[in-house]
């Protein structure tokens, strides 16, 4: 979850997805007419006629109805963002659109009724949440398009809706990297136009502490910073602001749910009160990212620390919940006290797995008492799970099957397709994460309903939830485009009807929800729309002739692929894309998807075609080596504040491969390379499958070989002093002679314990024609 997991084969969910995009073909007609809704409704009839709504229009809501007055500023507030349409919101009296509390067709909290005629829109909810979501669908409604400043029209409808499942959550790491409250806020506002309702907040862990707690001020004086001098990182949110966090989603119909992490993840805590960790010694609060292995102590005293905390957690966020982490708890400081093996055979517990679920059991006993609930991750199911507890399954289902057979609710909150810190695409302008891919078809072909679970105890699965972790994502920006657009896939799964998922209609009814982000602000990511490049036949044939083919694809099979190849902008009537163009080396293909209304829904791309640029590979184009390892694509320093160069590669084995090099037509090599720091904290298993090579070069080497990583040596090239350079420097060295393509293998082996290296480009040098 929080640590570092080897890649793993996903060919089981990439054969559903194309499974369920079959299934999607043939059900676009039958999900019914496409409204600009998402997600889409759980019932919904089209009527006949339509109202015209115009600047001015007035929202009448009953006196005195606190929550339909803010559902009915909030939806005048978005519409006015996003249509530059201007509506008043008045108590009593007439007006086209009205506010009712009453008993909705549809049952549920957040049930609501929308009925739209040609005289008027009406929403009518039993609850706030109702009112709200109904006035979310109406915001939609009336920003269906691009236009702006300009009325709209909007077709007679009932619509008849509530959630498929009641938890439609999303996890936030504050503890790796802080976010400001305005970006936190930023997120909150856009989750509850989606009708997602709750926001887990990860608030500690090794790497920090975020949260102020009164009566230990050491958790934020010192437990809230890492690192020293120029290289200090840190921070922590107030009791003040967190409270106005809560009360700002409140508003939206969202609940932050709080996690602090016990008893593992907890070096940031100990470093501030060394007498409630186990071996009593005081550690720096932790730079690497992955598994640390302090833990707290299981004695009266460490148990009483917690309890404090959680007191004040409490009265910060009144959500039922309570998240308590239970993850990635290595056993090793347990194991080795004497005290706590003493402890534990006085309670009479067999191991550390259950010593776990006791220290759970007492933190779960503790929220009951205070009408509260109990959450953690699967890992709280090892050694038994208490009977109060509820289970966030994210190794994968297996958790959620098994708990909730068990009797006890579950959250779905899988990896890799709901780690949402998971790259969306293999394209090179792609910000740091994860490398185990996750694109929007991927989170939409997801179903939280695992089939192994009984289907008398499929009460027990609350929803799902999406996670954001953060080790590798510093800015606003940053996170924003790994969550949006895969987040309207999320809401979709968890509120729509199963039967009434349809991957071509979503398609349609994101391409308004793409302009509604924009115009707030948000930096939706594009990497479903946009255009990737492909040479028919090689590199090395085009530049023998000359000539060479480009094909163009996309992710999501929507929009028109239009191009140019004069050096222009592709606009709304520039060639559409048919099939693979051919073009004379040296030209500059450039290609964005547009909408129907002629609108981009990407940024154009650009597919240089000059010999030196098909000669050259971005560090993701090059292949990381097969073998066991971890993929990650990582900035040039952990806490870099921009978008400087991020680095494709397995942390376990640096090495690359150049595909089908055409080395009878080059001569020389040049490599731009990023010096990184080796911040990560690797359990046993995973520090012995790390690859050291020998390394002929005092700092290290770069070694070329010809058709593999044990073929021919054609190039080998000392790295420079890091005392010395610049953490971006370049080698360059000649290449012999070889007759024909072939794979190249990079390898950089630098002194064991040294630094990471990371490859930011390779560039081939032609040999000059005769």
């Not at 970006?183 to 920090?208: C, E, F, P, W, Y």
């Not at 191009?563 to 606009?571: C, K, L, V």
């Amino acid at each position: 979850m929080t640590g570092l997991s080897p890649e793993r084969p996903q060919g089981r969910q990439n054969a559903a997805m194309r499974g369920f995009l079959a299934l999607a073909a043939v059900m676009l007609t039958a999900a019914g007419p496409v409204v600009p809704v998402l997600p889409r409704p759980a019932h919904l009839a089209m009527g006949t006629g339509r109202i015209r709504i115009d600047a001015g229009a007035r929202i009448v809501v009953p006196a005195g109805d606190a929550g339909a007055m803010n559902a009915a500023r909030r939806v005048a507030e978005i519409v006015a963002r996003t249509r530059g349409l201007s509506l008043n919101v008045v108590e009593g009296g007439d007006g086209t659109i009205r506010f009712e509390r009453s008993e909705p067709a549809s049952a549920g909290d957040e049930g609501y009724r929308l009925d739209v005629t040609p005289t008027g829109i009406q929403i009518r909810a039993a609850s706030d949440a109702g009112l709200f979501y109904g006035a979310m669908t109406l915001a939609e409604l009336l920003t269906p398009d691009a236009r702006f400043g300009t009325g709209v029209s909007v077709d007679a409808m009932t619509i008849e809706d509530s959630p498929r499942f009641a938890w439609r959550g999303v996890m936030l790491d504050v503890a790796r990297h802080m976010q400001p409250i305005p970006s936190i806020k930023r997120v909150i506002d856009v989750m509850a136009q989606a009708k997602l309702n709750r926001l887990q907040l990860h608030l500690t862990d090794d790497q920090g502490w975020r949260i102020e707690i009164k009566r230990y001020p050491e958790l934020t004086r010192i437990g809230a910073w890492r690192g020293a001098g120029t290289d200090r990182y840190g921070g922590f949110y107030t009791q003040d602001e967190l409270r106005e966090l809560v009360a700002y989603a409140a508003a939206r119909a969202v609940t932050i749910v709080p996690e602090i992490d016990l008893p593992g993840h907890a070096q940031a805590a100990i470093a501030a009160y060394p007498e409630v960790g186990v071996l009593g010694d005081r550690p720096p609060v932790s730079g690497d990212w992955g598994i640390n292995p302090y833990l707290f102590d299981v004695t009266d005293p460490s148990l009483d620390f917690v309890r404090n905390v959680l007191d004040e957690v409490m009265a910060i966020f009144p959500s039922s919940y309570i998240h308590i982490g239970g993850d990635e708890a290595l056993k090793d400081q347990w194991q080795a006290s004497p005290a706590v093996q003493a402890r534990m055979r006085a309670l009479g517990i067999a191991d550390e797995q259950h010593l776990q679920s006791w220290f759970v059991e007492q933190l779960g006993r503790h929220l009951a008492r205070h009408g509260r609930r109990l959450i953690g991750w699967d890992e709280i199911l090892e050694g038994g799970l208490p009977a109060s507890a509820s289970v966030m399954s994210w190794r994968g289902e297996k958790g959620a099957i098994e708990a909730a057979n068990m009797g006890h609710d579950v959250v779905l909150s899988p990896g890799p397709v709901l780690y949402l810190d998971n790259l969306q695409s293999a394209r090179g302008d792609e910000p740091p994460g994860r490398m185990k891919f996750q694109t929007l078809a991927d989170v939409y072909a997801y179903d939280p309903l695992p089939g192994a679970i009984e289907a008398s105890k499929a009460h027990h699965v609350l929803g799902a939830q999406a996670n954001l972790w953060a080790e590798y994502m510093v800015t606003p920006e940053q996170r924003e485009h790994a969550l949006f657009p895969r987040l309207a896939a999320l809401a979709e799964m968890t509120w729509s009807p199963v039967g009434a998922r349809d991957w071509p209609d979503f398609l349609t009814r994101l391409d308004p929800q793409i302009n509604r982000y924009q115009r707030q602000g948000i930096a939706v990511a594009d990497s479903a729309f946009a255009v990737d490049f492909a040479v028919a036949g090689g590199i090395g044939a085009a530049l023998r002739k000359r000539t060479l083919s480009v094909a163009m694809t996309r992710q999501a099979p929507y929009g028109t692929i239009r191009y140019t190849i004069d050096g222009s902008t592709p606009g709304s009537h520039s060639p559409a894309y048919e099939g693979p163009v051919t073009v004379p080396t040296g030209t500059v293909v450039r290609a964005t998807d547009f909408a129907p209304d002629g609108r981009p829904l990407a940024a154009t791309r650009t597919f240089d075609t000059a010999p030196n640029a098909l000669l050259r590979r971005s560090s993701a184009e090059l292949t990381t080596c097969p073998g066991p390892g971890i993929l990650l694509r990582l900035p040039l320093t952990p806490d870099a504040t921009g978008n400087g160069p991020a680095y494709s590669m397995n942390i376990f084995n640096p090495c690359w491969t150049y595909k089908a090099a055409p080395l009878d037509q080059v001569d020389g090599i040049t490599v731009a390379i990023g010096r990184l720091p080796r911040n990560f904290a690797l359990r046993q298993s995973q520090s012995e499958q790390v690859v050291w090579r020998y390394s002929p070069g005092h700092y290290g080497t770069l070694m070329v070989h010809e058709g593999g990583c044990e073929g021919r040596i054609l190039a080998t090239m000392p790295l420079p002093d890091p005392a010395a350079t610049s953490n971006r420097f370049t080698l360059s060295a000649p290449l012999p002679n070889a007759l024909s393509e072939n794979d190249l293998c990079l390898t950089i082996a630098p002194p064991v314990g040294g630094p990471l290296y990371g490859i930011d480009t390779v560039q081939l040098i032609m040999k000059e024609r005769q």
